[in-house]
């Protein structure tokens, strides 16, 4: 079972910036496709941001489009997140998730039940 360790939440001020970084155990990092999520008090979880097993394919949601950034490197069996122009609505949990089963190398994973593994979360507060 992989584990997903997910760092580098905290309390930003609007406008600011904040990378958080997904340590995962297992020895076939560079076969995962990968993700973030992001729940809210009262909200339903939302859909951040994934990257393709290969690391060639993004895809965000639309109301981080243009601000945040996934990437993954393989050496360090990383996946980062970097938020910025972060605002007081970003504020949620935000979780780390993989898979080793995607139905290709270039798909990226848009849906909470696509993904086999789930880190604890992250707390992000913004400020305004």
């Known amino acids: 079972q992989v584990q997903l360790v997910e760092s580098g939440g905290g309390l930003v001020q609007a406008g600011g910036s904040l990378r958080l970084s997904c340590a995962a155990s297992?020895?076939?990092?560079?076969?995962?496709?990968m993700g973030w999520f992001r729940q809210a008090p009262g909200k339903e979880r939302e859909f951040v941001a994934g990257?393709?097993?290969?690391?060639?394919?993004?895809d965000y949601g639309d109301s981080v489009k243009g601000r945040f950034t996934i990437s993954k490197d393989n050496a360090k069996n990383t996946a980062y997140l970097q938020m910025n122009s972060l605002k007081p609505e970003d504020t949620a949990v935000y979780y780390c998730?993989?898979?080793?089963?995607?139905?290709?190398?270039?798909?990226?994973?848009?849906?909470?039940?696509?993904?086999?593994?789930w880190g604890q979360g992250t707390q992000v507060t913004v400020s305004s």
């Open positions: 990257i393709s097993w290969s690391g060639g394919n993004t």
């Open positions: 297992g020895r076939t990092f560079s076969r995962y496709a």
């Open positions: 998730v993989s898979t080793r089963r995607p139905p290709s190398t270039v798909a990226v994973l848009t849906v909470a039940s696509e993904y086999d593994n």
